[in-house]
C-alpha cells in the first residue's frame, strides 16, 4: 500500500487531535444499539494517537477487553471535483470497523499496518460527517499475535496472549483523509541496482485507467537526474549516489498517471522516495553494496509512558539521536511492523532494519515455562492452524507491499521465537517463506529462532537465508554462570556453522533484565554490573566467530509487559529506562559500537 503523500494532484488533512472515546459495555452491545448512526452516549476524551489504556486513570479502561468506540466530526473539503476522497488509518490495534455516518466503510485485522476506504460516495462536498471506529482488541487463535480469552472465578472476561510485551489497544497511528484523481497512482514498486558509477533503476507503476504513464527521477537537491515513458522499465542514473548505511541518500521516483483529454484531462502525481543500494547474502555474510555489513543495534518497542504504542514524533526523533550517540547503526522492528514514519527517518537517517510481521506467541511451550500454565500444542486443528497460516501470510503481503521500497529494509523477519522444532512446523512455515519469496525476491528472508530450537532440533532453518538467533546464555540459561553460558554458547555456535557453514549468523536478542541503578561488588542477577559482565561475555563470543554478522540486544530500552511475577514493572533488559535513561552498560557499548564504527565505518 502506498503512503499518503501530498502533490500536485493530492491534498492531505490530518484528523489527529481529542476523539470523544466510549467502552462498549457489553462486549459488542454498542453494535446492536448502533452507536455509530448518533453521538456516542456517555463520551469520554482520548487522544489519537495513542493507546488508551494508560490515559485516564480508569483501571476499567486499562484493563479493558472488546470494543472501545472513538468518534468524531470531520470537515470535508468544499471542492472535490471529480477526486476521491480517501480515508486512512494507520494502525487500530487489533481490528476495527469504521463508519462514515451510519454507513460501513471498512473492516479490517491486523493492529499493525494501514488501511483505507474510498468515502466520496458516502459524503457531502463542503459538509461534515460523522467518523467512529469500533476497536477490538481482542485475540484469538487465528490472530497475530496469537491469544485467547478466559474468564476469572470472579467472572471477568481476561485476555491471555504469548507475546511478552504489553496488549495496548487503540488507533496508533495517524488517521489521514486525503485526495487524489478518479484514475490514480495505486501502486509503485522499485527496485535498485547499479553498475560502477551508474544506478539502473526497475519500476513498475499500476494506474488502472491511466492513457499514459511517466516517470521523473529527481536527486535529494530535486534536480531531474533521469526520465522513462511508461508503466514499466528501467532508468539509468549517471553518478549515482549510493543509499549506505550511515549515508541515508534518497532519489524521488515522480510518478505521473495521465487520463482523459482535454477539460477531462486529470493527471496524478505520486512522489515515491528510494534507494539505490543492493543486498545479498554470500559466503556467511549479509552485503549492502557489495560490501559486508555488521548489525549494532537492537530489539526495540513502540513503548513509551503515557501513550503506549501510539507514534509520537518526538520521541522516535530522540530514540533516533540516543541510537546513534550509541553508535548503533540498526534495529529490528521487534515484534511487529513500525510506523511508517520511522521507517521513513530510518531511510534518512541510513539506519538499516530488519522488517518483523506481528507473528510472535506462535509458541505455547515458552508461555508454559515463564508462567507455570498447562502447554498445550502450537500447531493442532484447535490452535494455530490452516486459518491462523492464512492470517500469517496475509500480513507478510501487507507489510511487503508497505515496506518494499524502503531501502532502510535489508531483511524480512516473517516470525519471531516460534516452535521450529516439529514437522507440523515445517508445515506451517514452508509456504509462508514461498509467500515472502514470491511477493520480494530481492531481500532475504528469515524466522528468529528461539533457544529451544538448537541446530539439533530446528526443522526449517534450510528454508532461509539467515541464522537469526535470540539467546539468553546467562539469564534464563545458566542464570549467574557466566562461565558455563560461555561454554553452552560456544558450544551452540560451533553447530550452527557446522550445519549451516554458508548462512549469516545475527543475534537478535541477549542481554538479562537489570534493575536501573543496582550496583553489586559480586556483579549478581538484576544489577547494573552483571548486565555488563553477561553482554560482555557474549561479545567475546561474537569476536571469535566471523560467521557472526550481528549483535542487536534486547532492548533498547525498557517496555511495558503483562507476564505476573516475574516482570515487576515490565521487561527491563533495556540499554535504556523506558523513560530513556541511560544504565551504565549503555556506556560500555557506546565504546565497543564507537570503536567498532571507526573501524568498519557506520
Known amino acids: 500500500m502506498l503512503a499518503a503523500r501530498s502533490s500536485a494532484s493530492r491534498d492531505i ?239 524521488t521516483l515522480e510518478v505521473h498517471a495521465v487520463a482523459g483529454q482535454g477539460e477531462e484531462r486529470t493527471e496524478d502525481v505520486y512522489p515515491q522516495r528510494f534507494g539505490v543500494r543492493t543486498v545479498e547474502v554470500k559466503d556467511a555474510q549479509l552485503l549492502i553494496n557489495g560490501e559486508p555489513f555488521y548489525f549494532r543495534g537492537y530489539g526495540r518497542h513502540e513503548d513509551n509512558l503515557i501513550r503506549g504504542k501510539g507514534h509520537d514524533t518526538a520521541l522516535m526523533v530522540h530514540d533516533f539521536e540516543l541510537m546513534e550517540w550509541q553508535g548503533a547503526n540498526s534495529f529490528r522492528t521487534s515484534h511487529y511492523p513500525y510506523a511508517e514514519e520511522v521507517m521513513d527517518y530510518a531511510d534518512e537517517r541510513g539506519f538499516v532494519v530488519i522488517d518483523e510481521t506481528p507473528a510472535v506467541g506462535l509458541n505455547t511451550g515458552i508461555a508454559a515455562g515463564l508462567t507455570g500454565a498447562q502447554a498445550v500444542p502450537t500447531f493442532s486443528p484447535e490452535t494455530v492452524n490452516d486459518a491462523t497460516r492464512e492470517a500469517h501470510a496475509a500480513q507478510i503481503r501487507e507489510l511487503i507491499a508497505r515496506d518494499k521500497n524502503h531501502p532502510c529494509v535489508v531483511l524480512w523477519s516473517i516470525a519471531n521465537e516460534p516452535d521450529t522444532t516439529t514437522p507440523e512446523s515445517r508445515e506451517y512455515f514452508e509456504p509462508l517463506v514461498a509467500v515472502a519469496r514470491e511477493c520480494d525476491p530481492t531481500r532475504p528472508v528469515g524466522i528468529v529462532n528461539v533457544i529451544m530450537a538448537t541446530p539439533d532440533k530446528d526443522k526449517v532453518w534450510d528454508l532461509l537465508d539467515v541464522v537469526m538467533l535470540n539467546r539468553y546464555y546467562g539469564w534464563y540459561v545458566d542464570t549467574g554462570d557466566l562461565a558455563s553460558a560461555e561454554k553452552h554458547l560456544r558450544a551452540e555456535l560451533d553447530g550452527w556453522v557446522a550445519m549451516a557453514p554458508d548462512k549469516p549468523i545475527i543475534f537478535t536478542e541477549y542481554g538479562p533484565d537489570t534493575m536501573a541503578g543496582s550496583r553489586d561488588l559480586f556483579a549478581r542477577p538484576w544489577s547494573e554490573d552483571f548486565q555488563t559482565a553477561m553482554l560482555s561475555m557474549h561479545h567475546r563470543v561474537f569476536d571469535d566467530y566471523p560467521h557472526v554478522v550481528g549483535e542487536q540486544m534486547w532492548n533498547f530500552a525498557d517496555f511495558a509487559t503483562a507476564v505476573g511475577i516475574i516482570r515487576v514493572g515490565g521487561n527491563k533488559k533495556g540499554m535504556f529506562t523506558r523513560s530513556r535513561e541511560p544504565k551504565q552498560n549503555a556506556f560500555v557499548v557506546r565504546e565497543r559500537w564507537l570503536a567498532m564504527r571507526d573501524r568498519l565505518g557506520f
Open 13 to 251: 488533512r490530518s484528523l489527529d487531535g481529542v476523539w470523544s472515546f466510549q467502552l462498549d459495555p457489553d462486549q459488542d452491545a454498542g453494535l446492536d444499539q448502533r452507536w455509530f448512526a448518533a453521538p456516542l452516549p456517555a463520551p469520554r476524551p482520548m487522544p489519537v494517537p495513542a493507546s488508551y489504556n494508560d490515559i485516564t486513570t480508569d483501571t476499567e479502561v486499562h484493563d479493558h477487553v472488546g470494543l472501545a468506540w472513538y468518534q468524531r466530526e470531520v470537515q470535508v473539503p468544499r471542492i472535490l471535483g471529480t477526486d476521491r476522497l480517501i480515508l486512512r488509518l494507520g494502525s487500530v490495534t487489533h481490528a476495527a470497523t469504521v463508519w462514515a455516518d451510519d454507513v460501513e466503510v471498512a473492516t479490517h485485522t491486523g493492529g499493525y499496518l494501514p488501511f483505507e476506504a474510498d468515502i466520496t460516495e458516502h459524503v457531502r462536498p463542503g459538509g461534515t460527517f460523522r467518523l467512529s471506529v469500533a476497536v477490538d482488541n481482542r485475540l484469538s487463535w487465528q490472530t497475530l499475535p496469537p491469544g485467547f480469552l478466559a474468564t476469572t472465578a470472579a467472572g471477568q472476561t481476561v485476555q491471555k496472549y504469548y507475546h511478552d510485551f504489553y496488549n495496548y489497544a487503540g488507533i496508533h497511528r495517524s488517521v489521514l483523509l486525503y485526495t487524489h484523481p478518479a484514475v490514480a497512482v495505486t501502486d509503485v514498486t522499485v527496485t535498485t541496482g547499479f553498475e560502477g558509477a551508474t544506478g539502473i533503476v526497475t519500476y513498475q507503476v499500476e494506474a488502472d485507467g491511466a492513457a499514459a504513464v511517466s516517470v521523473r527521477v529527481l536527486d535529494a537537491e530535486g534536480t531531474q537526474v533521469a526520465q522513462a515513458d511508461g508503466a514499466a522499465g528501467q532508468v539509468r542514473i549517471p553518478d549515482v549516489t549510493l543509499w549506505r548505511p550511515g549515508a541515508g541518500y534518497l532519489y
